[in-house]
């Protein structure tokens, strides 16, 4: 029982990083029907934001490890990513938006490998080892462990959502990203700026891949330019196991999958973990085709 | 018609210059030095073997070339970078064979590119030494393919008996990496030592190169109560899992396999990875002469003390360059015969006599890591 409690506890930390990825997929999606597939490497580009910033503070400003660093670090690693997703959106997307949706969907693939190549001419293509942001403790719970860190994902994660629920359901732009998403031609009409709704999305959901990729280096202090890979494709997974373009089904989504891969490895053999995650997305979408959350309809969010 | 003309010429020109590069690539280059190939993971996952290993090659070719180079000629080093990835260590090799023309090949650390790059230089008849791949089937692979280091058959009774024997350990568990030859081959013969000593391996978990989160299965390993968890992997996992298995607040002891021996052990692992033992080829700390005098050359010139990738690579430049001499010939067969017939040949790692399996039979070191340094903890002889 104990074992099963702490691997929930791992399956769930895990599951947070992948849900935060998955919410920048779906929103994407949402709104353009497109899948992203650069998205994985925003994150891996947030983490090595991070990494630098990071450095940064330590050398120039005296480095000891505080919760203060960490919110520098994730705000500036944020804050770049976002620009770096308004780049993306204008440099590469945007020209293609009247293009067929098979050219746009070609081009993100390009600006993934792109992502990924230029990462490793410019970090190198060894590993780096993130700096520890926060001193690291570890709770116990009877048998069971938390560590701070385990806590601080969590947390970090639970704010940044509610943060976006609260930009979707409560502002101005929000109602205008769920108006184009409903229909991107009425809502040109209505006079909502378009191209600014979806430069926002794309600022949005990076800023959200920059601080999984600070999460995930605080976490499992290793990054490398290929690091977005996987993590991209099981987010991508993930948002399409809670239903494409539809907020809380990525957070579940994500969770799911998290917690899938941490019982299989723990139960059964590391060999199957990647398997896993495929045959949960194959066995929902037999039964379910528009994933947990999704409806058939074209509302979204 | 004069148009037409022009363009012929154009089209004879380009067809010219074609010829001229195609012929320029297949030529031969004339044998004005003898050409070593090295294939090495410069970048990647193990970026510093790699680095270690080609400061060792480096150094041994310097010496060589200041005392004169080989058979009149200097040697030339052709240094290929496999990103730490077996497919571009096979491509390594195809390229310093047949675009290079290479007469011997030193490399690679990890045996699963070792093995991938292997079978390409047995076809070609291109005698290759490896420096530091331990597992059993690498110089199986043919007559051409050499090591100047103990194999894991021997790596693995060494941990075994230290374990249980010097640690007392009666629960042991394995965290192996399974996509990995070297790790895999090492778990097995650690397996069976450590049954065949009375000990028990209470649970064995896996998990694949370049994996970041360990945690599951250090919640099944704690399950399983065992008082120590041997880690056959390369060092950027095990500093990683180190810090995880503390964090879970599981107290046992870490053993490793040579695939530790990292400046980036430490580092990464950081106060978890203090009072782990693993396996080594040689320590800094040893006062033999040979030892000293490579330490603190390798100091001068990179200003860290070398972990052992850099000087078995010196080693087994140095015996492949002695052998190029003796046989007086940088042709694949003359070369072969003179590494097969390697006697005492001193090295930094340990004297190195090539049994008829192209192997080397040489004690180990056991090292602990204190204050986070390397301590000599105790020699384990063959």
Known sequence: MEQFVQQLINGLSLGTIYALIALGYTMVYGILRLINFAHGDVYMVGAFFGYYVARFISTQLGYVPSMLNFFLVLAASMAGCAILGFVIERGAYRPLRRAPRLNALITAIGISLLLENLGQLVFGADPKDFPNLIPRTTLSIGVLTVSNIQLIVVATAIVLTLGLEFIVHRTKMGTAMRAVSFSGDAAGLMGININRVISFTFVLGSALAAAAGILVGLYNPKIDPLMGIMPGLKAFVAAVLGGIGNIPGAILGGLIMGTAETFTVGYLSSTYRDAITFVILVAVLLFRPTGLLGTPARSKF | ?382
């Open chain 2, 1 to 382: 018609m004069i148009e037409t003309g022009k363009k012929l010429r154009r089209l004879s020109a380009c067809v010219g210059l074609l010829s001229l590069v195609v012929l320029a690539a297949t030529c031969a280059p004339q044998d004005k030095t003898i050409r070593i190939g090295v294939f090495s993971s410069l970048t990647g996952n193990t970026a510093t073997f790699g680095i270690s290993s080609k400061y060792g090659i480096q150094m041994a070719a310097d010496e060589w070339n200041s005392r004169g180079g080989l058979l009149g000629k200097p040697i030339e080093l052709i240094i290929e970078d496999d990103q730490s990835k077996p497919e571009e260590a096979a491509l390594a090799i195809t390229k310093l064979i047949n675009q290079n023309k290479v007469s011997a090949i030193l490399g690679e650390i990890a045996s699963s590119r070792t093995l991938a790059g292997a079978p390409i230089a047995q076809r070609a008849g291109i005698p290759l030494i490896t420096p530091a791949s331990t597992n059993p089937k690498v110089t199986k692979v043919g007559d051409f393919i050499f090591r100047v280091c103990y194999t894991d058959s021997f790596q693995g009774v060494v941990c075994a008996r230290f374990a249980v024997q010097k640690l007392g350990l009666k629960r042991l568990a394995i965290l192996k990496d399974i996509k990995n030859d070297y790790s895999i081959g090492l778990a097995d013969y650690f397996r069976q030592n450590v049954q065949a000593l009375g000990a028990q391996i209470v649970t064995e978990e896996s998990y694949s190169e370049g994996d970041t989160d360990f945690r599951a299965q250090i919640t099944s390993m704690k399950a399983a109560n065992p008082e120590g968890i041997f880690i056959p992997g390369y060092y950027t996992e095990a500093g990683l899992i180190a810090k995880q298995v503390a964090e879970q607040n599981l107290n046992v002891r870490l053993i490793g396999g040579d695939g530790w021996d990292s400046p980036r052990t430490v580092e990464i692992g950081g106060a978890a990875v203090e009072g782990a033992f693993f396996c080594n080829h040689y320590s800094a700390e040893d006062t033999a002469r040979l030892v000293q005098d490579f330490v603190a050359m390798f100091k001068k010139k990179h200003n860290e003390v070398p972990d052992a990738m850099a000087p078995l690579s010196y080693d087994a430049a140095n015996l492949l360059f002695a052998a190029i001499q003796s046989a007086g010939s940088a042709e694949g067969h003359a070369i072969r015969d003179a590494i097969a017939s390697t006697k005492d040949f001193p090295g930094v790692c340990g004297s190195i006599t090539i049994d008829a399996e192209r192997n080397a039979r040489k004690s180990a070191i056991m090292l602990q890591i204190s204050g986070g340094k390397l301590k000599k903890y105790d020699v384990i002889y063959p």
